[in-house]
């Protein structure tokens, strides 16, 4: 059986570093979002690879495997992951 886990943004983080991530969220209009997600650059197309500078303090940058895309989450938003029992 799975059920929902919440992790912190740096748990997260370290998560996606090592691979994907599924992983939910509510958006700011109150809807969940479901996002599968990494920062391993071996999962990441070369043309989108990260051209330098930071990311900001007061999110999580990830990239988004399902739009081909940089998206982050405010980390005032809470995050939960798929935990199997």
């Known amino acids: 059986m799975r059920s929902l886990s919440k992790i912190s943004h740096d748990d997260l983080k370290e998560k ?17 979002r479901i996002a599968l997600g990494t920062l391993n650059l071996q999962h990441i197309p070369t043309l989108q690879h ?17 739009k081909n895309l940089w998206r982050s989450i405010s980390k005032t938003q809470e995050i939960w992951i798929d935990q199997i029992d």
């Open 16 to 32: 996606l570093r090592l691979g994907s991530v599924r992983f939910y969220f509510r958006k700011v209009c109150g809807e969940l």
């Open 50 to 66: 990260p051209k330098g500078g930071k990311a900001p303090n007061n999110c999580t940058v990830y990239y988004d495997l399902e």
